[in-house]
């Protein structure tokens, strides 16, 4: 390491991005050539020893008009080393396509002038310490480093012809909507809004994980890209209630006590390998505690529709300020995750106990876990009521209300809706859920 980088980390680099770009210029000869050298301004913008020697060759063989290719080149690298390594030339030009050498020239040069700003951020710190006559010019050459760094950074600008026609296409192919492929979620707003959350809440044994795991289902049967965070119920527990769901006969009490039954062994066995392939678009995880980890796995795997149940239970790093503001981290993190990734989220959320309380035990806006952010940030706000927990002789034991306090983009209302746990399911009234209660003889 020389003496002027002493004592910093390793410097900004990305060899994969420099091989990247000579293969480009290696399997489009000119044009590519032509457009990296716009770019490159400075030989040492290739932080490999190896790339920068290759670049210096491929820009003897343009300037000579001489063609590129890995014979030319290889001598030409032979005669400025003594050496070449033909094997790791031949491996640069596995590449997909020349059509982003732009994009890498952009990113090699990026990090050569982070490298540059870095040094010369060390130097200007002990200049400052030491020889504060040369401080100025020390300065003024960090000054265009940094300049130079903003203006190669990539616009976030977006012309406003781009924004009329994806306004365009998300009209008339509806491209910006996702159905939640149930009558009684969707009469409210037509589905979901692609860079949207909506957050599910209820009280424990109301049914607000089995709502969001029809949600699922139904999103699964359109070919929707789910991936769901699993942070009360482990995964397993969680395929159980799919089972029962996907199933004709099977009951949850029995599949949950891990009793089966030999009269319905065979349609287990069906509805498992049903399972298998008809949600081949479900990523389910139990393991992820942090939000951070949550939000790198989103970015990977770029699904359309997060579930995460419940955000209560999801770690934040760096917050100190207490449990307001980790839900607040929470909310905005998922609101920019939805924006970046063009997904929707659905976040379950618990309610707090205030709600047993009342005389009227529906859930309102107030009852949400720090309520505020929540119902500034979601596009809607769903609420699961099985009344029946409250009052057995009150309400039915197959009736359920779903009752939508916040739609930005509808209109809110109560919605009675039929609910049967034992077979994992809500259906649109009540006379559907007695009829799918099988008589079940083990």
Not at 19 to 31: F, N, P, S, V
Not at 89 to 105: F, K, Q, R, W
Not at 245 to 271: C, H, K, W
Not at 341 to 361: G, H, M, T, W, Y
């Amino acid at each position: 390491m020389s003496e002027e980088n002493k004592g910093l980390k390793v410097l900004p680099n990305s060899e994969e991005t420099e091989k990247a770009l000579l293969g480009c210029t290696l399997i489009g000869g000119d044009k590519e050539t032509e457009i990296t050298m716009a770019w490159i301004r400075n030989d040492n913008a290739f932080y490999s020893s190896k790339n920068k020697q290759i670049w210096k060759a491929i820009k003897y063989l343009y300037k000579n008009n001489i063609e590129i290719d890995l014979i030319t080149l290889s001598d030409k690298i032979k005669d400025m080393t003594g050496e070449t390594d033909s094997y790791y030339l031949s491996g640069l030009m596995d590449i997909p396509t020349t059509a982003n050498v732009t994009e890498y020239a952009r990113i090699v040069w990026e990090k050569y002038i982070q490298r540059e700003t870095a040094i010369s951020a060390r130097k200007l710190m002990d200049a400052s310490y030491e020889d504060y006559k040369e401080v100025g010019n020390i300065l003024e050459k960090h000054t265009r480093l940094i300049h130079e760094l903003k203006e190669v950074q990539p616009s976030k600008k977006t012309d406003i012809s781009d924004l009329v026609d994806d306004m365009k296409a998300n009209i008339k192919e509806g491209v910006n909507i996702i159905p939640f492929n149930k009558p009684y979620l969707d009469f409210s707003a037509g589905g979901m809004t692609r860079k949207e959350i909506t957050v599910v809440g209820g009280r424990p044994g109301h049914g607000k994980t089995t709502l969001v795991t029809n949600i699922i289902k139904g999103l699964i049967e359109q070919g929707y890209r789910v991936m769901m965070f699993n942070r009360e119920m482990s995964n397993t527990e969680m395929l159980k209630k799919f089972v029962v769901m996907e199933s004709p006969n099977l009951l949850y009490a029995n599949i949950r006590q891990n009793a089966v039954g030999e009269n319905n062994e065979v349609e287990f066995e069906d509805t498992v390998e049903k399972i298998k392939d008809k949600y081949s678009n479900l990523i389910m995880y139990e393991n992820i505690r942090t939000l951070d980890e949550a939000m790198r796995e989103i970015s990977k795997h770029k699904p359309d529709v997060i579930v995460d149940d419940y955000i209560q239970l999801i770690q934040v790093e760096g917050v100190q300020e207490g449990r307001r503001f980790e839900i607040e981290k929470i909310m905005q993190e998922y609101k920019w995750i939805c924006k970046s990734e063009n997904c929707s989220a659905i976040l379950v959320s618990q309610l707090n106990r205030e709600i047993e309380k009342r005389l009227d035990p529906r859930p309102r806006m107030s009852d949400y876990a720090e309520s505020g952010v929540i119902e500034q940030t979601a596009e809607s706000a769903v609420f699961v009521f099985y009344g029946y927990n409250f009052d057995h002789e009150r309400y039915n034991r197959y009736g359920s209300e779903i009752i939508i306090s916040k739609s930005r983009y509808g209109r809110v209302g109560t919605y009675p809706v039929g609910f049967n746990g034992n077979r994992c399911s809500f259906y649109t009234n009540k006379d559907m859920a007695v009829g799918d209660e099988p008589q079940v003889n083990d």
